[in-house]
Nanobody, 113 residues
Framework: QVQLVESGGGLVQPGGSLRLSCAAS????????MGWYRQVPGKERELVATIDAASRTAYGESVRGRFAISRDDGERMVSLQMSSLKPEDTAVYFC???????WGQGTQVTVSS
């Protein structure tokens, strides 16, 4: 059974940093492209970043240069380091196995003073 469990969300002030982690189980993790997405109420889910099996990365335009995605195949984890956070980064962040229907439960990130 595939499971994705996110952690690390919370409240942070504008300009601050936060690190999200996603632990995967039930899959051959190293073979898959992993992604982080985010969603605010009333809007579509937005791609934040992806990392493929060769650790090549891609980022949404709104986070490029501020966020960094990484993976640890031994630990079966994908992380998202978020820096220079802005109030518009406030959302529920989801971990996803690309090209599948497997999603984590989401973790709330709130950027506010």
């Amino acid at each position: 059974q595939v499971q994705l469990v996110e952690s690390g969300g919370g409240l942070v002030q504008p300009g601050g940093s936060l690190r999200l982690s996603c632990a995967a189980s039930g899959i051959m993790f190293r073979l898959y492209t992993m992604g982080w997405y985010r969603q605010v109420p009333g809007k579509e889910r937005e791609l934040v970043a992806t990392i493929d099996a060769a650790s090549r990365t891609a980022y949404g335009e709104s986070v490029r240069g501020r966020f960094a995605i990484s993976r640890d195949d031994g630990e079966r984890m994908v992380s998202l380091q978020m820096s220079s956070l802005k109030p518009e980064d406030t959302a529920v962040y989801f971990c996803h196995i690309q090209s599948t229907n497997h999603w984590g439960q989401g973790t709330q990130v709130t950027v506010s003073s």
